[in-house]
């Protein structure tokens, strides 16, 4: 199975940016699709991006796109999300996740790391 650490959260004015890394341990990282889910105090935790496992196709929640990319590097077995235009609303814990299907990226999650804080001040 693979562990996954996150790192990177912190807290940052509305506007400003932050990029979010997930290192990953494991021999099958690289045959992983990855992502990041948040979760705000009070409410599910939902799904923001997704990548596969050659890093060649993505895709991002509505409230997202345009100001997120997820991206990944497999030979240092890390993925990232570059956040930018941050906004208050973008509060909350953000998780990376492991999945076995890129397409079915939210209903196959393997492994999930520990949660990193993000807060953003208005």
């Known amino acids: 199975q693979v562990q996954l650490v996150e790192s990177g959260g912190g807290l940052v004015q509305a506007g400003g940016s932050l990029r979010l890394s997930c290192a990953a341990s494991g021999r099958t990282f690289n045959k992983q699709a990855m992502g990041w889910f948040r979760q705000a105090p009070g409410k599910e935790r939902e799904f923001v991006a997704a990548?596969?496992?050659?890093?060649?196709?993505?895709y991002y929640a509505d409230s997202v796109k345009g100001r997120f990319t997820i991206s990944r590097d497999n030979a240092k077995n890390t993925v990232y999300l570059q956040m930018n235009s941050l906004k208050p609303e973008d509060t909350a814990v953000y998780y990376c996740?492991?999945?076995?299907?890129?397409?079915?990226?939210?209903?196959?999650?393997?492994?999930w790391g520990q949660g990193t804080q993000v807060t953003v001040s208005s």
């Open positions: 996740a492991t999945s076995s299907s890129y397409t079915n990226y939210e209903t196959r999650i393997g492994s």
């Open positions: 990548i596969n496992w050659s890093g060649g196709s993505t």
